[in-house]
């Protein structure tokens, strides 16, 4: 048996796992489109060295993809336009408790598939989404509408008030507190 390759293996384990954890810490259903990219070619490229292309020229490739994916991340921070063109946008799906079906062809998502997503975060009826967005990621982000969202500790809090005083003060939400209100912008940007 070749102790060199045993050593060699060992080495590619900790240096993989190294460039793997400076790249960041996502599982795959997290992954934008470039880090999935840079996971299967250092995935590809750090086996080279087993094949025989050698094992310093493979770790300083595998460093350049890192740094590739760590400078695309800068830049999409740094530019918001560039996080739409190299990641893309959460889209809307579901709009006021309606399916927005253009989405769910342009990206290939059946109602059923849909409906599963939901059901799996304990939503049971489309009508009962304010609104929802088929993330990045590959997750759904949604809203209940008013009416279907649970009780928080502010509504309990505000009913033992009504009780105890006969009256209750009512505070006014700030538009700023919606996390939906970028895709919301965005989209009537793109319809004008």
């Known amino acids: 048996m070749n102790f060199n390759l045993i050593w060699q293996t060992v080495l590619i384990f900790i240096v993989g796992t190294v460039l793997l954890r400076i790249g960041g810490r996502k599982s795959i259903s997290q ?23 050698g094992l310093w020229v493979t770790f300083v490739l595998a460093a350049v993809l890192i740094a590739c994916l760590i ?8 530019f918001n336009k560039s996080e739409s063109l190299i990641t893309g946008k ?5 709009e006021n408790g309606v399916l927005n079906k253009a989405n769910l062809k342009k990206f ?14 304990g939503i049971i009826a489309i009508t009962d989404v304010q609104y929802a967005t088929l ?16 009780a928080t500790k502010e509504d309990i809090q505000k009913i033992i008030q009504l009780i105890q005083t006969g009256h209750m003060e009512l505070q006014a939400k700030s538009s700023n507190e919606n996390i939906f209100t970028e895709i919301n912008q965005d989209q009537n940007k793109t319809l004008q």
């Open 90 to 94: 959460a889209v809307p799906v579901i």
């Open 31 to 53: 992954m934008t489109i470039p880090e999935t990219v840079i996971v299967i070619a250092i995935g590809t490229l750090i086996i080279q060295p087993v094949t025989g292309n």
């Open 108 to 121: 290939r998502l059946t109602v059923d598939k849909l409906e599963k997503r939901l059901r799996q975060s």
């Open 135 to 150: 993330e990045t990621s590959g997750q759904i982000g949604y809203t209940l509408k008013p009416e279907k969202q649970p």
């Open 71 to 78: 400078l695309t991340e800068y830049i999409e921070l740094t």
